[in-house]
Every structure is written in structure tokens, then in C-alpha cells.
């Protein structure tokens, strides 16, 4: 009978002990986030997080726990704008989750070998390019959305418009100013230009609007 006891003791000590070792424990408090499962994504779609039923495979990275103390993005940048951006450019960060504030980066790390986008046809080639916060917020998580704008060159006082506002008729480089209820052409110069805007260095007031589609096609 007390060997009985003992085995049974035994058994559920050893039960036990392993169901603990079942129980992973973080060595520090923080926000635990799921790593992508690469073998549950398609070719053309984006691995999806780790869920209850997944199978993972000897030394897959399943969860980890981020150090917020130091918050990094990682923006896409075409190949046309690859080769403008340097080393330690500063950026401002505009996260969705954060409205009422901007966050100051710089750029980090900038990827030496592009990816095809599919997105769109044919599919362009973008490089990956790291900006660390150098202002980090408690409201920061990771995984938020965030748009980025690398300062490339600085001009003072300079008017900026969105590029499809600018059209090219006749040889000349103009703008479409409103005029109470109607729009009047106007020439313009182009100081510089990026691929969602355009700063105008002559032509054009500050404060004027501008029509994004030529009036004159839209009232055909």
C-alpha cells in the first residue's frame, strides 16, 4: 500500500514539474508580441502571426518581448529616392494611433538590396530603410502603422503643392490658381520635386489654391 502511495505521489510530482515546464516565463515585465509563422504565408501575401494550432519547427521564433526603450520604424522607399537618402537624415513620423503629435527619427539603417513590390504592375523595387524615434512616447506599441517624411534638403520658405497639381501644357510648366467659383492658368517654376510634391520657387502665393485636376479636361 505505501509503495502504491509513493508511485502515485511520484506520478503526479512528475505530472506536475511538467506541465510547469510547459509554462514559459518572461525574464522582465513588458508587451509581448507574436512573431510571423513564414510557413503559413503565400507566395504573394504576408506571413501571417503565430495562432493556437500552428506547428513550429526547432528554433522558430514564436514570441518575443520588444525593448520599447529604444523604437525603430521601417519605412519603403522607391528606387528613385534610394539614392537621395543618407545616413543619420532626419524624419518626422506620423503614427495613426497617435494623432495629436509628431515624432523626430533619424535614418538608422538603409537596406543595401531592393524587394519587388506587387502591390502594383509591373511591380517596382523599394529598399527597406530604418528610422529610430529619437522621442519615444508610453502610447507607442509595436506593430502601429506610421507614415515618414526623410528631410532629403531643407528649403526656407518654401511653397509646396501635391505633384498632380502640376501640369505641363504647351512647353511651359503651369498651375491651375481658383479664382472665385473658376480656375485661371498660370505659369510656374519648379524648384524641386519628389513623388508626392512639388515646391514652386516662382508663380505662385502662398496660401492660393490650386486645382489637383485640370479644369479645362474635366469641363469637356
Same mark, same amino acid.
Given at each position: 500500500?505505501?509503495?502504491?502511495?509513493?508511485?502515485?505521489?511520484?506520478?503526479?510530482?512528475?505530472?506536475?514539474?511538467?506541465?510547469?515546464?510547459?509554462?514559459?516565463?518572461?525574464?522582465?515585465?513588458?508587451?509581448?508580441?507574436? $512573431?510571423?509563422?513564414?510557413?503559413?504565408?503565400?507566395?504573394?501575401?504576408?506571413?501571417?502571426?503565430?495562432?493556437?494550432?500552428?506547428?513550429?519547427?526547432?528554433?522558430?521564433?514564436?514570441?518575443?518581448?520588444?525593448?520599447? $526603450?529604444?523604437?525603430?520604424?521601417?519605412?519603403?522607399?522607391?528606387?528613385?529616392?534610394?539614392?537621395?537618402?543618407?545616413?543619420?537624415?532626419?524624419?518626422?513620423?506620423?503614427?495613426?494611433?497617435?494623432?495629436?503629435?509628431?515624432?523626430?527619427?533619424?535614418?538608422?539603417?538603409?537596406?543595401?538590396?531592393?524587394?519587388?513590390?506587387?502591390?502594383?504592375?509591373?511591380?517596382?523595387?523599394?529598399?527597406?530603410?530604418?528610422?529610430?524615434?529619437?522621442?519615444?512616447?508610453?502610447?507607442?506599441?509595436?506593430?502601429?502603422?506610421?507614415?515618414?517624411?526623410?528631410?532629403?534638403?531643407?528649403?526656407?520658405?518654401?511653397?509646396?503643392?501635391?505633384?498632380?497639381?502640376?501640369?505641363?501644357?504647351?512647353?511651359?510648366?503651369?498651375?491651375?490658381?481658383?479664382?472665385?467659383?473658376?480656375?485661371?492658368?498660370?505659369?510656374?517654376?519648379?524648384?524641386?520635386? $519628389?513623388?508626392?510634391?512639388?515646391?514652386?520657387? $516662382?508663380?505662385?502665393?502662398?496660401?492660393?489654391?490650386?486645382?489637383?485636376?485640370?479644369?479645362?479636361?474635366?469641363?469637356?
Amino acid at each position: 500500500m505505501k509503495l502504491k502511495r509513493a508511485k502515485a505521489l511520484f506520478d503526479v510530482n512528475l505530472s506536475q514539474r511538467q506541465l510547469e515546464s510547459l509554462t514559459l516565463r518572461a525574464p522582465v515585465a513588458g508587451i509581448v508580441t507574436l $512573431s510571423q509563422n513564414y510557413r503559413a504565408g503565400g507566395p504573394n501575401s504576408a506571413a501571417p502571426e503565430f495562432k493556437p494550432g500552428d506547428r513550429a519547427w526547432p528554433g522558430a521564433s514564436i514570441a518575443e518581448i520588444p525593448d520599447l $526603450s529604444s523604437l525603430r520604424v521601417i519605412v519603403s522607399v522607391d528606387e528613385i529616392d534610394r539614392g537621395k537618402i543618407k545616413l543619420n537624415q532626419t524624419a518626422l513620423i506620423h503614427v495613426e494611433a497617435v494623432p495629436d503629435r509628431d515624432f523626430t527619427a533619424y535614418v538608422a539603417e538603409i537596406s543595401t538590396l531592393g524587394k519587388p513590390d506587387f502591390s502594383s504592375w509591373p511591380p517596382p523595387r523599394n529598399f527597406d530603410v530604418v528610422l529610430e524615434i529619437r522621442d519615444a512616447d508610453p502610447r507607442l506599441r509595436p506593430g502601429m502603422s506610421a507614415n515618414a517624411r526623410i528631410a532629403l534638403n531643407r528649403i526656407d520658405d518654401a511653397i509646396v503643392v501635391p505633384s498632380e497639381s502640376v501640369f505641363q501644357k504647351n512647353g511651359k510648366t503651369i498651375v491651375y490658381v481658383r479664382r472665385g467659383s473658376k480656375f485661371e492658368e498660370r505659369t510656374v517654376m519648379v524648384g524641386g520635386r $519628389s513623388s508626392g510634391e512639388c515646391t514652386i520657387s $516662382s508663380g505662385l502665393r502662398a496660401g492660393e489654391q490650386v486645382a489637383l485636376k485640370d479644369p479645362e479636361a474635366t469641363s469637356r
